[in-house]
């Protein structure tokens, strides 16, 4: 048995080894290596399989919070729409009009149908129905938010290692304390909603300890813009 693993140990050496060397690419007679190219594209390869994380994540989080509601609807002895149904009724009441300041719905609503806006009293039966559909979708999301923060929920799936980063290949542009012994680099992107969204956060940050932090900035867009060229 140990001489079997020790031969299956070989050949997954070798076997690594061999794929390192593999040749992918030839120009004029000099080569690109597999491992060359696995280099180069760590940082492509990383983003695309944290956006695949992402996107399992939330499908995830989406199952989860099913499977939490079809438990609370078999309580009842219902289906889920059934269930919700009788939730959302229950929510309702008859107390409408303090339902609808709670909420700030007005009493007129704009609405989308085939990509045109019109507006409609909620006196009408456009308008109860957008009412109807817009309570039922609150009531429906802190149903399923509160069953969620209350279960007991183990995940499985963990997001990709983040490729290692050597700072002195980078182009950073530098504030704050120059000579501070300990730095904050920020990796952004001025077209990601998300890095334009933590922008005040840092803002706030720098503000604490920008006499005490030398703050550094990379561009990592797929090109850059006048404003990253001019710092």
């Known amino acids: 048995m140990k001489q079997l693993l020790y031969i299956c140990l070989l050949l997954l050496l070798f076997s690594c080894s061999h794929a390192n060397k593999e040749i992918v690419a030839e120009v004029n007679d000099e080569t690109i290596l597999l491992s060359d ?3 180069a594209s760590k940082q492509e390869l990383f983003d695309l399989l944290n956006m695949a994380y992402e996107i399992k994540s939330k499908v995830l989080d989406d199952l989860i919070k099913m499977k939490l509601l079809e438990k609370e609807a078999k309580k009842q002895n219902m289906t889920i729409e059934q269930y919700l149904e009788m939730y959302v009724d229950m929510r309702t009441g008859t107390n409408l009009d303090s339902i609808k ?3 700030g719905l007005a009493d007129n609503q704009v609405n989308v149908v085939r990509s045109q806006l019109y507006g409609s009293s909620q006196k009408t039966m456009e308008g109860e129905l957008a009412l109807k559909n817009k ?8 149903l399923v938010d509160s069953l969620y ?5 183990k995940k499985y799936i963990f997001p990709p290692k983040q490729p290692k980063c050597v700072i002195a290949d980078l182009c950073v542009y530098y504030r704050g304390n120059m000579d501070a012994s300990v730095s904050f680099i920020v990796a952004s992107d001025f077209t990601c909603e998300r ?11 720098y503000d604490k300890y920008k006499d005490r932090v030398k ?4 561009s990592f ?11």
Do not use: H
């Open 37 to 39: 190219l696995s280099e």
């Open 101 to 103: 300041a709670l909420y």
């Open 135 to 142: 309570l039922r979708s609150i009531f429906v999301q802190q």
């Open 149 to 153: 923060s209350k279960a007991s929920i």
């Open 195 to 205: 890095c334009v969204a933590f922008e005040r956060t840092l803002q706030r940050i």
């Open 215 to 218: 703050f550094g900035f990379v």
């Open 221 to 231: 867009g797929d090109s850059p813009y006048p404003s990253c060229i001019s710092l």
